[in-house]
Nanobody
Framework: QVQLVESGGGLVQTGGSLRLSCAAS????????MGWFRQAPGKEREFVAT????????VYADSVKGRFAISRDNAKNAVYLQMSSLKPEDTAVYYC????????????????????WGQGTQVTVSS
């Protein structure tokens, strides 16, 4: 099992930046692909970014491509989401999640594939 705790959310103006962190417990962090998802009020939870176990492969939602960057430090059991050029539509609760990819797979963009979730951190972008 792995427990996830997000931090780094807050209030930022349009065009600003934030760095989210997700700390994971357990000794098997490097065996999980990691993802960031977000959920705005009244909307479904949506995929933001994912990173493979080694950190060598990443995928982004089109809406954040070029603005957000996901990274991980397996020695520190942590995954990060650097968010830049923030827009009001980025306002949401952001969740990190851990996935055990199936054979031959590096990661998943589907929330239904993720086994463990953090409690979320609020990001609010003011216009």
């Amino acid at each position: 099992q792995v427990q996830l705790v997000e931090s780094g959310g807050g209030l930022v103006q349009t065009g600003g930046s934030l760095r989210l962190s997700c700390a994971a417990s357990g000794r098997t962090f490097s065996s999980y692909a990691m993802g960031w998802f977000r959920q705005a009020p009244g909307k479904e939870r949506e995929f933001v970014a994912t990173i493979s176990r080694s950190g060598g492969s990443t995928v982004y939602a089109d809406s954040v491509k070029g603005r957000f960057a996901i990274s991980r430090d397996n020695a520190k059991n942590a995954v990060y989401l650097q968010m830049s050029s923030l827009k009001p539509e980025d306002t949401a609760v952001y969740y990190c999640a851990a996935d055990s990819p199936g054979y031959g797979l590096l990661y998943s963009t589907s929330k239904y594939e993720y086994d463990y979730w953090g409690q979320g951190t609020q990001v609010t972008v003011s216009s």
